[in-house]
């Protein structure tokens, strides 16, 4: 079946410094795959997509390229700020729905 | 463009009662999908429908069903409530039905208490 796996947070941060959070995922086929942001007491927003292998989604600053060799999805961003606190989630959709990892919590200190 | 609304925000109910949570999708979205999210189970698919019609359904009890009307609005309703349905129910909609390429538009959830 379908799944994903994120890693566990919080992830505690300075600002400017470098973020990883791990996605692996499960599927048949070959999925789409995405990272939603879920700000303090809003909604999901998407931040980025892949819909191939060795695409990469950017945006804001952060990217994540789909690999298919290692079913990985791993979000980056060279430099973060405090207001890129909050939860993140890596989804996959084999169309006709969104699977989401557990979430991992971002905290970002001055 | 006014986004994704929900309502209402904050509901609390006791075990036995039923609940009905209601969702404005964005004009001319016509896909609206509905998402539980608790703590230990994370995000997880309810249903989604598209013109009226559900497409595809979560594995969830028969006590969670949806509506969708003529304007794409929607309506949950989950009866003979359970402590552990206390949740965010978040609810998003899209142009199209094609997850993959169909970009979801989540609203604020509606937080749902079961005392």
């Known amino acids: 079946g379908n799944s994903v796996t994120q890693m566990e947070g919080p992830v505690t941060l300075s600002e400017e410094a470098f973020l990883t959070i791990n996605c692996t995922y499960t599927a048949t086929g070959y999925p789409s795959l995405f990272w939603y942001v879920q700000y303090p007491g809003e909604g999901l927003q998407l931040l980025l997509k892949?819909?191939?292998?060795?695409d990469k989604g950017s945006n804001k600053g952060f990217e994540a390229t789909y690999r298919k060799e290692t079913t990985s999805f791993h979000l980056e961003k060279g430099s973060v700020q405090v207001s890129d606190s909050a939860v993140y989630f890596c989804?996959?959709?084999?169309?006709?729905?969104?699977?989401f990892g557990t979430g991992t919590r971002l905290q970002v200190f001055p | 463009k006014a986004g994704v609304t929900q309502t209402p925000r904050y509901l609390i109910k006791t075990r036995g009662q039923q609940v009905t949570l209601s969702c404005s999708p964005i004009?001319?979205?016509?896909?609206v999908s509905w998402y539980q999210q608790t703590p230990g189970q994370g995000l997880q698919f309810l249903f989604e429908?598209?013109?009226?019609?559900?497409?595809n359904k979560g594995n969830f009890p028969g006590r969670f069903s949806g509506r969708q009307f003529s304007n794409s609005r929607s309506e949950m309703n989950v009866s003979t409530l359970e402590l552990g349905d206390s949740a965010l129910y978040l609810c998003?909609?899209?142009?199209?039905?094609?997850?993959?390429?169909?970009?979801?538009?989540f609203g604020p959830g509606t937080r749902l208490t079961v005392l």
């Open positions: 998003a909609s899209s142009l199209g039905t094609d997850f993959s390429y169909n970009e979801q538009f």
């Open positions: 989804a996959l959709s084999p169309t006709d729905k969104l699977i």
């Open positions: 004009s001319g979205h016509r896909s």
């Open positions: 429908y598209f013109s009226e019609t559900q497409r």
């Open positions: 892949a819909t191939k292998a060795d």
